[in-house]
């Protein structure tokens, strides 16, 4: 599937603030701000016409707008973060109004569901969507009942050690999956060509394909060299101060 859109919010004053389990200090403000702009250079080489967002100071964690929308062929879904700071990022008017001039097709998930969709991995009709901390059973049904709606499918994968199921699983399409940790022996993915990374480079499983671009996380050699012994264009974007508070390449932009 190709993509031709993106949406990213530029990260707010306040991203040091953002939740996080991660050990490694707060973001640096300035920095976080040159990396996205990076992040954006990117997407726009990659093929994309990236919808850039106004920072919003009042959502520390506002920049990681995957945790927003599910965008699919057919709809597009407003999640419901099961994060509570995070939930009424769904409701600002400039992503609302963004999402509406995209899709005719507008659904929701409903309270007591909760869903991320930096746990739903998308691999061409199907939608694997992971159990988490920030994603629950309802949600997960619900996502699946819409899915149905409209001729997707969708499948529920448990995770325990990942914060979401993309920290630790991509698809860069061409029946290629990039694993890390629990994910790397999980049956769900038994049929895919497994790039596994090892543990000292986990955090570089969260990749992201566009269009027959990698985007890989700066300063991980193992997938740069597994993911380019494969015949694909790379490009490494330096997202560490996002690392800092667990997020990577995906969660920064929704692409449709």
């Known amino acids: 599937m190709f993509f031709k859109n993106a949406i990213v919010r530029i990260p707010p004053r306040t991203i040091i603030n953002g939740i996080t389990s991660a050990n490694l200090g707060k973001p640096i403000y300035e920095k976080a701000l040159k990396q996205h702009e990076d992040y954006v250079i990117a997407l726009t080489k990659a093929g994309l016409n990236v919808t850039v967002l106004e920072p919003k100071d009042e959502f520390p964690d506002s920049c990681f707008v995957e945790d927003v929308a599910l965008c699919t062929k057919h709809c597009v879904i407003i999640s419901r973060p099961g994060a509570s700071t995070r939930q009424k990022e769904v409701e600002l008017e400039d992503m609302q109004s963004t999402l509406k001039k995209f899709y005719q097709?507008?659904?929701?998930?409903?309270?007591?569901?909760?869903?991320?969709?930096?746990?739903?991995?998308?691999?061409?009709?199907?939608?694997?969507?992971?159990?988490?901390?920030?994603?629950?059973?309802?949600?997960?049904?619900?996502?699946?009942?819409?899915?149905?709606?409209?001729?997707?499918?969708?499948?529920i994968v448990t995770l325990e050690e990942f914060l979401h199921l993309k920290t630790g699983i991509n698809y860069i399409e061409n029946n290629n999956i990039v694993v890390a940790g629990e994910f790397i022996n999980k049956t769900e993915f038994a049929q895919y060509n497994k790039i596994i990374i090892p543990e000292s480079e986990a955090y570089s499983a969260n990749c992201l394909w566009v269009n027959d671009y990698v985007l890989v996380p700066k300063g991980f050699p193992t997938i740069l060299e597994k993911v380019n012994a494969l015949g694909y264009e790379t490009l490494e974007v330096d997202t560490s101060e996002f690392r800092k508070i667990d997020g990577g390449l995906t969660c920064l932009s929704l692409r449709f």
Do not use: W
């Open 105 to 155: 097709n507008i659904e929701y998930i409903q309270s007591p569901g909760t869903v991320e969709p930096g746990d739903i991995l998308m691999i061409g009709n199907h939608f694997y969507i992971g159990l988490s901390k920030r994603t629950n059973q309802e949600g997960a049904n619900q996502m699946i009942k819409i899915l149905e709606k409209y001729q997707l499918s969708g499948s």
